[in-house]
Nanobody, 126 residues
Framework: VQLQASGGGSVQAGGSLRLSCTASGVTFSSYSMGWFRQAPGKEREFVAAISRSGSPTDYIDSVKGRFTISRDNARNTVYLQMNTLKPGDTAVYYC????????????????????WGQGTLVTVSS
C-alpha cells in the first residue's frame, strides 16, 4: 500500500492550494481517508476526513469553511482544497487511510489509520 501526497508549496496569506493523495496497491473505495498536519515544534493534528463513499466528511474547527476534502474513487485520489490560507496553516500535511466496511465512518484519531503518505509541505507567508 502506497499513499503519495503532492500539491504543497508556498503561498501568501489568502491564497489557495489543492493537495492530492493518490493510493496504489489498495481497493481505494474501501478506505476511509484523512488529512493531518504537523507544524514545526507541534504535534500532528487532525485536519479533515472523508468516508469511503465521500459522505460524510469531518473537519477541525479552524479550517471549516476554508478547506474542503473530496475524493475521486475512479482515480484512487483524495483531495484537500485549501482556500483563504493563513500563516497558521503552515505545516507538513499528511494523508492517511484505513480500510473500513462502512460507508459512513470517518476518523479523527491518527491511531485509527494504518497507512500514511510521506507528507507535503505547505508554507503560508503573511
Amino acid at each position: 500500500v502506497q499513499l503519495q501526497a503532492s500539491g504543497g508549496g508556498s503561498v501568501q496569506a489568502g491564497g489557495s492550494l489543492r493537495l492530492s493523495c493518490t493510493a496504489s496497491g489498495v481497493t481505494f473505495s474501501s478506505y476511509s481517508m484523512g488529512w493531518f498536519r504537523q507544524a514545526p515544534g507541534k504535534e500532528r493534528e487532525f485536519v479533515a476526513a472523508i468516508s469511503r463513499s465521500g459522505s460524510p466528511t469531518d473537519y477541525i474547527d479552524s479550517v471549516k469553511g476554508r478547506f474542503t476534502i473530496s475524493r475521486d474513487n475512479a482515480r484512487n485520489t483524495v483531495y484537500l482544497q485549501m482556500n483563504t490560507l493563513k500563516p497558521g496553516d503552515t505545516a507538513v500535511y499528511y494523508c492517511a487511510g484505513r480500510q473500513t466496511y462502512s460507508n459512513s465512518l470517518v476518523f479523527r484519531n491518527s491511531n485509527h489509520y494504518g497507512y500514511w503518505g510521506q507528507g507535503t509541505l505547505v508554507t503560508v507567508s503573511s
